[in-house]
């Protein structure tokens, strides 16, 4: 190939050509390898690990009742109470139409491995617990309780060899253990030693009459006066929770009077009954 330029004439040798062909098909082959490498960065490349969701074993969501029922949780005395022995019997008890989901942790449902009672005198000084103190992990499925509509779980115990009761008043109840378990009622109770002359000098008699009212008398068999205190008896009216009424088929039939919170009990709370006097 020939180009006129002022009557010169310049020919295209066939080495010039032959390399600017070269040069061509050079960058033809860089791009094509660029563009391979990037194809192949694109499809070999790791890609962030996707974990697929691992299961765990999550306890129950507990609830508490909900407006069409209730759940009670009620705390009773067995027998009498003395420094060697003091039973009572707490009963859970699921009143409403769906199931209740509680945790056994720091509850009498699992026994005494903590300090899981407020045992207090008459004082207002709380006892000091004598029993084991338990460290554990977190609750597995197996210390939670499913109790369906209707149904009771009913646990036992003796509180002495925790909590080192001597003669006098106690106000007892149970903590609230994980949330999950309310607080019990509290209860009055007269702790007395058998060699305490004493334990048989006040005698008490409730006597049913017609309708829904009773009488509740407080004798002093005794040669001396006695004094007790009248907080959560009938002698200081319905402000707690102080006796056990079960129906027919023996389940507890729930409180719902008032709750006072007070402090220990003043002179003002307590009464004298002379010798032979009701």
């Not at 000091?128 to 209707?150: C, D």
């Not at 009771?152 to 909590?163: A, E, L």
């Amino acid at each position: 190939m020939g180009i006129a330029d002022g009557g010169a004439v310049w020919r295209e040798q066939p080495a010039d050509a032959y390399l600017r062909g070269m040069h061509v098909a050079l960058w033809w082959i860089v791009g094509a390898l660029a563009l391979g490498v990037f194809v192949v960065s694109r499809v070999v490349a790791p890609r962030p690990a996707v974990r697929a969701p691992v299961a765990s074993i999550a306890p129950p969501e507990p609830r508490t009742s909900g407006t069409s029922g209730t759940f009670d949780v009620t705390l009773t005395q067995i027998g009498t109470a003395s420094p060697e022995s003091a039973v009572f019997e707490l009963v859970a008890h699921n009143g409403d139409v769906q199931p209740h989901v509680f945790c056994t942790y720091y509850t009498p449902f699992e026994g005494f491995l903590n300090d899981i009672l407020d045992v207090v005198d008459a004082s207002g000084t709380a006892l000091r617990f004598t029993g084991p103190l338990a460290s554990r992990q977190a609750p597995g499925p197996s210390s939670y309780v499913t109790l369906a509509p209707g149904e009771s779980r009913v646990v036992r115990f003796d509180v002495v060899p925790s909590y080192p009761l001597r003669s006098g008043l106690y106000h007892i109840s149970t903590r609230t253990g994980l949330a999950t378990l309310q607080r019990s009622n509290a209860l009055a109770v007269s702790v007395t030693s058998e060699a305490d002359p004493r334990a048989r000098e006040l005698a008490v008699s409730l006597h049913a009459e017609s309708g829904s009212t009773a009488t509740f008398t407080v004798t002093n068999r005794g040669r001396d006066p006695q004094r007790f205190c009248t907080w959560r008896t009938p002698f200081d009216g319905m402000r707690s929770d102080f006796l056990e009424v079960v129906d027919t088929t023996g389940r507890p039939v729930a409180y719902r009077g008032k709750m006072a919170r007070r402090g220990a009990p003043t002179a003002a709370d307590f009464t004298m009954v002379a010798p032979g006097v009701r």
